[in-house]
């Protein structure tokens, strides 16, 4: 017993990659779904673009997706990625937005949306290309769709001025969660 225990092959680790059995496509929603540092950045968007009404939310609906899809293109074909702290900063501008409650025009948030969309975006191609590949990011630009139009549409839904103040609240644990990250950055650096 001893014997096939100590022979038995390890099988394959993937630090980072979600791999379901069910195809490149599930592998990059699993992927996103599974990724906080990812998922949360695109629920707070969608949260702050219901904030900022329908218009603003039917812009994101579209243009997240998309632009998201184009950084993985750009980032499955690059040879590295800088080391930066992109969920820290994602983290704390989207929570400051959200919590601050503040009020920006409708092109400056499609703006932010598309940024947020193309650099995390480059970042998950990056780490897509020895996996799922485009495929994986068809399936993220997929569930980007679903959450933002859940999210936005929930969020433009509430009526009562209370339940604004409860996006809000989650906008400021999105912040919180920012300082933390930023500081095992900075940790980590040392």
Known sequence: MLAIVLLWPPSPASAH???????????????????????????????????????TGRRILFLLPLAWVAGGLVGSAATGIPSIPLPAVSFL????????????????????????????????????????????????????????ALAAAFVISLKKPWTRVVVRVAGSWIFASGLLLLGWFIRGAK
């Not at 990059?28 to 009404?53: F, K, Q, S, W």
């Not at 503040?102 to 947020?116: G, N």
């Not at 990056?126 to 679903?146: D, S």
Request: charged residues 10%.
């Open 17 to 55: 990659l979600v791999t379901t059995g069910m195809g490149p496509v599930y592998d990059g929603i699993g992927h996103l779904l599974l990724t906080p540092e990812d998922l949360v950045p695109v629920l707070a968007m969608a949260l702050y673009a219901g904030l900022r009404g329908a218009l």
């Open 93 to 148: 501008l989207l929570g400051i937005l959200l919590a601050a409650d503040l009020r920006m025009p409708p092109d400056m948030v499609t703006i932010l949306a598309v940024v947020i969309g193309l650099v995390h975006g480059f970042f998950n191609g990056f780490a897509l290309k020895e996996g799922p590949g485009i495929l994986g990011l068809l399936g993220i630009m997929t569930v980007l769709f679903v959450l933002v």
